[in-house]
């Protein structure tokens, strides 16, 4: 055997404290455990240092297991920690606001999971704490970084399609389907429930604030349709109910028209994201199930109609957007990947003073999320169209 005698510049170490260590404590260690392989030239290095989850049954077990070096069951403790550069929020949505809060008066940097906040005034808070503070802050919207969606972002930003007419968005998932279910089996959070529409909605209105632009003002229906499901969680009211659906028609400051749905109770789809930009010389199309594809129509006006259509674009070339750090053409890269991808530009910012905007979303980006989640819910409750006021 031959030990290798390469000598490799020392990276730059730093130090990840973690809250929650379910489905996505689990993601964002998988992209840390990544991205010093798969980016070596940004010589950046991400050392597990603390997990923290109130499980304390689980918390030894999965610290051990990712590779981090300690594990404590009280976020207070974490936060405070001097050692800790990046704080990630993985706690479901309503343990988000306060340990962000906290983590970025303590000097760290922070990654908060969405949706920022369950509710608006939370998020406006974590706005603040974070405009006031020394560190970076992200909202993890990370369908921003499937390279595709870029790849649409970086079209329309040059005039591809031309001036946006429309776009229709969609995020669909069954969780909910089977009505015999309690709210623990089918939100992203324990009690208080946040909802379908801050769970998965909130995906679909970053994509269109980040492909098309901000929104002027919402008209809304959000639908809780089983009203009768089991309520198991200590302290919650007998009577909560949780949204399950979500429709709204959006209008733009750039005079576009949008529709935005969301559902968890969409049976037979189980992580449906998706969208379709029409433009004023050509349209976009693009969803998760295809998530390497960029379904094309360019050039649509002044030339031969007959022969317009969408072209299905491999955006898998390594001069596509994300793509050349990873495989071959054509080697597909999928949802994990876009979460390696995000993870990488955070620390990338961190460790060499780079900008987050505009591709990362920040805190400004969660709250604004936040504030037309509240006009949605506005609107439905009133049944009028309701102004987006940041
Ligand atoms: N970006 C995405 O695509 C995506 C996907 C799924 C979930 N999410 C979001 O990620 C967050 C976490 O979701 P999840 O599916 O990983 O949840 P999860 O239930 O799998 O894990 C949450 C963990 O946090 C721990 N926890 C709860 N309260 C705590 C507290 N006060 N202190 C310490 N630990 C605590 C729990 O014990 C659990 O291990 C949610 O905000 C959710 O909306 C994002």
Redesign the pocket.
């Given at each position: 055997m031959v030990m290798h005698n390469v000598a490799i510049d020392t990276p730059r170490e730093i130090n990840i404290g973690l809250?929650?260590?379910?489905?996505?404590?689990k993601c964002h260690t998988n992209a840390y455990k990544k991205i010093p392989y798969i980016y070596p030239a940004a010589k950046v290095a991400p050392r597990l240092k603390v997990l923290?989850?109130?499980?304390a049954a689980?918390v030894e077990r999965e610290a051990a297991r990712y590779g981090f070096e300690e594990y404590c069951t009280d976020?207070k403790e974490l936060v405070a920690d001097a050692r800790i550069d990046v704080f990630d929020n993985?706690?479901?949505?309503p343990?988000?606001p306060e340990p962000c809060i906290a983590a970025l008066k303590n000097g760290k940097h922070v990654i908060c999971?969405?949706?920022m906040a369950i509710r608006v005034e939370d998020a406006r808070r974590m706005r603040a704490a974070a405009a006031a503070a020394t560190g970076m802050a992200m909202c993890?919207f990370?369908y921003r970084f499937m390279p595709a969606v870029r790849f649409a972002k970086d079209l329309i930003a040059a005039g591809r399609i031309g001036a946006i007419h429309h776009i229709r968005v969609h995020y669909l998932q069954m969780a909910g389907h089977d009505p015999s279910l309690p709210p623990d089996k089918v939100w992203?959070?324990?009690w208080p429930f946040s909802g379908g529409l801050q769970?998965i909605g909130s995906?679909a209105i970053d994509q269109c604030r980040f492909l098309v632009g901000e929104i002027k003002s919402v008209s809304a229906l959000v639908r809780t349709f089983n009203k009768d499901r089991a309520i198991p969680s200590a302290g919650c009211p007998a009577d909560v109910v949780s949204d399950e659906g979500a429709a709204a028609i959006l209008d733009f400051e750039n005079g576009a028209i949008g529709v935005v749905e969301s559902s968890v109770v969409a049976t037979g789809r189980k992580n449906f994201l998706g969208w379709e930009i029409n433009g004023s010389h050509g349209s976009l199309h693009w969803d998760l199930e295809h998530p390497n594809s960029l379904f094309a129509c360019l050039a649509g006006v002044g030339g031969d109609d007959s022969l317009l259509g969408f072209t299905e674009i491999s955006v898998t070339e390594s001069g596509h957007p994300y793509v050349g750090d990873w495989w071959p053409q054509g080697h597909n890269i999928g949802w994990e990947h876009a979460q390696i991808i995000e993870k990488f530009h955070f620390l990338d910012a961190v460790a060499n003073n780079k900008p987050l905007c505009p591709f990362n979303a920040t805190f400004e980006d969660g709250y604004r999320v936040a504030v037309i989640i509240d006009a949605m819910r506005r609107s439905s409750r009133t049944g009028q169209r309701t102004d987006i006021q940041y």
């Open positions: 809250l929650g260590c379910g489905f996505m404590g923290c989850d109130q499980n689980i976020w993985c706690g479901p949505d343990v988000h999971e969405k949706p993890t990370n992203y959070s324990r769970g995906h």
